[in-house]
Nanobody
Framework: QEQLVESGGGLVQAGGSLRLSCAASGRTFSARRLGWFRQGPGKEREFVATINWSVGITYYADSVKGRFTISRDNAENTVYLQMNSLKPEDTAVYYC????????????????WGQGTQVTVSS
C-alpha cells in the first residue's frame, strides 16, 4: 500500500522557519522523484520543490528559491522541506507527492499524494 505522511506544519511569524517531513512507505519507494506542492486559500495547487530519489538532484519554484531546501534521507525513506525566511504568502496546505515519470513541476504527473499539512505564516 502506497502511503505518504506529512508532518511539521504549524503557525509561525514572518521571517521564521519550519521543517516539513514526508515519510514514504509501500510502492512509493519505486518513485523517481518526491516533491512538495502547496495550495493557498483560494488558489490552485502549485509546485514548490522536488528531489530525485536516487541521485538527489533538486528543482525549486522561483518563489521559494534561496529560502527553501528539499532533502532526503534514503535510509529513513523520508523527504524534508526546510523553509526559512517565511512570508505570509507562503501560507498554504503543503502536500508531499511521489512521481514515477513526468515533468518535475507538473502536479498531474505525480502518482501518490499525502494528506497535507497546514503552514500558516503571520505578518
Amino acid at each position: 500500500q502506497e502511503q505518504l505522511v506529512e508532518s511539521g506544519g504549524g503557525l509561525v511569524q514572518a521571517g521564521g522557519s519550519l521543517r516539513l517531513s514526508c515519510a514514504a512507505s509501500g510502492r512509493t519507494f519505486s518513485a523517481r522523484r518526491l516533491g512538495w506542492f502547496r495550495q493557498g486559500p483560494g488558489k490552485e495547487r502549485e509546485f514548490v520543490a522536488t528531489i530525485n530519489w536516487s541521485v538527489g538532484i533538486t528543482y525549486y519554484a522561483d518563489s521559494v528559491k534561496g529560502r527553501f531546501t528539499i532533502s532526503r534521507d534514503n535510509a529513513e525513506n523520508t523527504v524534508y522541506l526546510q523553509m526559512n525566511s517565511l512570508k505570509p504568502e507562503d501560507t498554504a496546505v503543503y502536500y508531499c507527492a511521489a512521481q514515477k515519470n513526468g515533468l518535475a513541476q507538473r502536479s498531474m504527473d505525480y502518482d501518490y499524494w499525502g494528506q497535507g499539512t497546514q503552514v500558516t505564516v503571520s505578518s
